[in-house]
């Protein structure tokens, strides 16, 4: 006894098997037109950034000496850096600047988003562009700036101290350089960091706000318990780029060090202190290592505060 099958459900069957290398075909156009969007991405990431982070490592396992030209040196150049003075200087130079300028930074950044988000703030718009309006001016110039408003001889801020009778500071001593550095850094990102901390307090549903505020809370309190902890995924968005941005400071200590010669060395921050080698120094290899090293210092303080953060939420869950 044969089973007849309905010529509806063979034509269906026919039109799907049809139909099925159709969609292959365009899901295959799909794909490559995806990997030739992406390409041009990749190609720039392999030959900008792998290429010569892998060149750098093999350097650094090399020493150049004026007799005997390259020779493989091992880890010997990763040894000298922790006994380099001037590479520990630095370092340490960096870590005191991290845990004195960041946390002044975030918080002045963390209030301006909490005081524009609160919406009792005239001219939100205007203020928000005024103080993000910093960032938008190039490192360079915004370091030349500084440096003559700090001048000891022609600058504003001495010559306003006379004015009124009273000594100036020498804001490039010795003493006050460091400083001086964390002022410019932190004029300059607080308004980036105060953007990604406003985008993200945009995002909080209004109805815990207004939850809060039936219950009787002031702005305060919703602040603190509901607005920052809804943001803490930003703040340590802003933490890990400062504790990245810090460590590789760069423009300050490069042009302040022709306006205090005698304060700014070829070793101030570690970075500065790895082009000088490479550039001044014709040190290729120890450059390498040095750069190298401090990748190393960066990745495990950014991993430290993630990890405690975590740790922190988990506590708190």
């Given amino acids: 006894m044969t089973q007849s099958v309905a010529p509806g459900r063979v034509r269906t069957r026919e039109h799907t098997e049809k139909q099925r290398p159709r969609r292959n075909a365009n899901q295959r156009r799909l794909n490559i037109a995806a990997y030739l969007f992406v390409a041009p991405f990749m190609i720039v990431f392999i030959v900008m950034l792998l290429l010569p982070l892998f060149y750098s490592g093999y350097l650094s396992l090399f020493t150049t000496q004026l007799i005997g030209g390259q020779t493989f040196a091992g880890f010997a150049n990763y040894v000298r850096a922790f006994t380099d003075p001037d590479f520990l200087a630095g370092v340490g130079r960096m870590a005191l600047f991290l845990v004195i300028q960041v946390p002044i930074m975030l918080a002045l950044s963390l ?57 100036a500071p020498d804001l490039l001593s010795d003493q006050n350089m460091l400083g001086s550095m964390m002022n410019i850094v932190t004029w300059a990102f607080v308004g980036y960091n105060m953007i990604i901390m406003y985008a993200a307090l945009r995002s909080i549903p209004t109805e815990l706000f207004e939850a ?44 302040l060090h022709a306006l205090a010669p005698n304060v700014i060395d ?52």
């Fill in 266 to 317: 070829n070793g101030y921050t570690p970075n500065y202190y790895a082009y000088n080698l490479a550039f001044t120094n014709q040190d290729v290899n120890y450059a390498a290592a040095i750069a190298f090293l401090l990748g190393l210092v960066i990745a495990v303080v950014s991993y430290v505060v993630q990890l405690s953060t975590q740790r922190k939420e988990a506590r708190n869950d």
């Fill in 111 to 167: 209030f301006f988003a909490l005081a524009l988000d609160s919406g009792r703030v005239r001219g939100s718009v205007a203020l928000r562009l005024l103080i993000f309006l910093p960032f938008a001016v190039p490192g360079v110039v915004a370091t030349l700036m500084w440096g003559y408003l700090y001048g000891n001889d022609f600058g504003p801020i001495a010559q306003l101290f006379r004015a009124v009778g009273l000594g």
């Fill in 212 to 255: 809060a505020e039936i219950d009787g809370a002031s702005q305060w309190r919703v602040a603190w318990s509901i607005k920052i902890p809804g943001i803490r995924p930003a703040i340590i968005l802003t933490v890990i780029f400062s504790i990245i941005g810090t460590f590789q400071l760069f423009n300050e200590p490069s042009l």
